[in-house]
């Protein structure tokens, strides 16, 4: 990629160590158990079972530079552009990237912990594994 | 594993092919060119641009972006509160979605690996992607959930004992 300097190759070469590590019986066994867990302990149980730590005990070979977190996607606001096909549904919510310069104060009010917490648990969130810096391959898996 | 019949290898040759289909994609000439003309943006102004064309259909198509069935172009936020752009995602063909559901390649702005935490607080929710998006185009930490009123994140003041 000319940006950032990925080629198809590189690419290629990234989601390979990243599949051989993440569609290992040992990764998926940990996963199916994260996944077997009730959803409110989930990510607390994600975070023991994947950290760098963790999958180093389990003797798997980590790809350089992974990174493995919880993630949502933008199923539903109707931002979300499926290719080939009409954008979904009306915008759920509307916010409009701010200008720079926008008041902190402004942010900390969008950030409220417990709204967060329920939206996620309502849409449900993913364990993502990515391996790299600027363009990242990851894989997601549903936790909902 | 939930079915019985589907294999580990089952799933790395679905995820597999799904990424070479992700590949194919994002390495022609038309979408090179618009992350470059998104890269070319200064940092804060990409989320908008994401908005206003990466996820509207006819500025793709100015740009001579085939569409290809099947994938996906989204918002989407991590817990780790990394600042990211977007991602060209691809559903595996839901047979083999025991484990995994998808595979995607994610555009982010650069950081410090230093500023985004391995940990346990890579677990933490994630923030809505509209609040993720605010906080990049605002030039904000990405540790939101500690924003002061200088604007300077808790986060920040930590990071020394915490990393």
């Known amino acids: 990629m000319a940006q950032s300097g990925f080629s198809r190759s590189e690419l290629k070469a990234r989601t390979e160590a990243m599949l051989k590590f993440t569609?290992?019986?040992?990764?998926?066994?940990?996963?199916?158990?994260?996944?077997?867990?009730?959803?409110?302990?989930?990510?607390?149980?994600?975070?023991?079972?994947?950290?760098?730590?963790?999958?180093?005990?389990?003797?798997?070979?980590?790809?350089?530079?992974?990174?493995?977190?919880?993630?949502?996607?933008?199923?539903?606001?109707?931002?979300a552009t499926v290719l080939g096909a009409k954008l979904g549904d009306t915008l759920l919510i509307n916010t409009a990237v701010p200008a720079k310069g926008v008041d902190p104060k402004i942010l900390r009010s969008m950030v409220d912990q417990e709204t967060i917490v329920a939206r996620a648990i309502r849409n449900g969130w993913s364990v993502c594994v990515c391996v790299g810096v600027g363009v990242c391959v990851g894989v997601g898996g549903g936790l909902d | 594993m939930s079915g019985p019949d589907i294999t580990a290898a089952d799933i790395y040759r679905s995820m597999r092919q799904a990424y070479d289909e992700l590949i194919d994609f994002v390495t022609t000439k038309e979408f090179e060119n618009?992350?470059?003309?998104?890269?070319?943006?200064?940092?804060?102004?990409?989320?908008?641009?994401?908005?206003?064309?990466?996820?509207?259909?006819?500025?793709?198509?100015?740009r001579g972006i085939v569409p290809p069935a099947g994938i996906l172009l989204q918002r989407s936020s991590f817990g780790d509160r990394r600042p990211t752009l977007f991602v060209v995602k691809k559903y595996i063909p839901e047979l083999h979605q025991t484990h995994w559901q998808n595979v995607n390649i994610t555009f982010d702005n650069p950081f410090d690996e230093a500023d985004v935490p391995r940990d346990e607080r890579a677990w933490r929710p994630p923030l809505p992607f509209e609040v993720q998006q605010a906080l990049v185009a605002a030039g904000a930490d990405a540790d939101t959930s500690s924003i002061s009123e200088e604007g300077h994140s808790r986060y920040s003041s930590e990071r020394g004992s915490a990393d």
């Open chain 1, 23 to 79: 569609t290992s019986q040992k990764f998926l066994d940990e996963l199916e158990s994260v996944l077997k867990t009730p959803a409110r302990r989930q990510l607390a149980e994600a975070s023991k079972r994947f950290s760098l730590e963790a999958m180093e005990a389990l003797g798997l070979p980590i790809p350089d530079k992974t990174r493995i977190s919880s993630r949502i996607f933008d199923e539903a606001s109707g931002r």
């Open chain 2, 34 to 62: 618009i992350v470059d003309e998104l890269y070319a943006l200064p940092p804060t102004n990409r989320p908008q641009f994401v908005n206003d064309v990466i996820l509207n259909e006819t500025e793709l198509k100015k």
